[in-house]
């Protein structure tokens, strides 16, 4: 950090930018606060014990969220294929 950066954030008012209310305005606490009770969950699942959370989203959309969707993609296929073959009945 610099000395002028670090004399701004000493300074009364230094948040209040434009881009930080931009920011705080779109900010949604209870979505923000899910966000982060959910890496602390897959924290906790990983089994680290080192306080780092680098590449955890990667290891869980790969581990564990991968291959789930990936399943799912191929069961909506063949209810698309299912529906237009008029052997399965629209829900509407």
């Keep these: 950090m610099t000395n002028d950066l670090a004399k701004k954030l000493k300074t009364a008012g230094a948040f209040d930018t434009p881009w ?10 209870v979505s923000e606060q899910k966000k ?14 080192n306080g780092l959370y680098t590449g955890l989203w990667q290891n869980f959309c790969i581990r564990e969220a991968g291959p789930i969707m990936r399943e799912r993609y191929f069961e909506m296929l063949e209810a698309v294929r299912l529906y237009e073959e008029k052997q399965l009945e629209s829900i509407s």
């Design 36 to 49: 982060a009770d959910f890496m602390e969950h897959v924290y906790k699942c990983s089994g680290r014990t």
């Design 20 to 29: 930080l209310k931009e920011q705080l305005q779109n900010w949604n606490v």
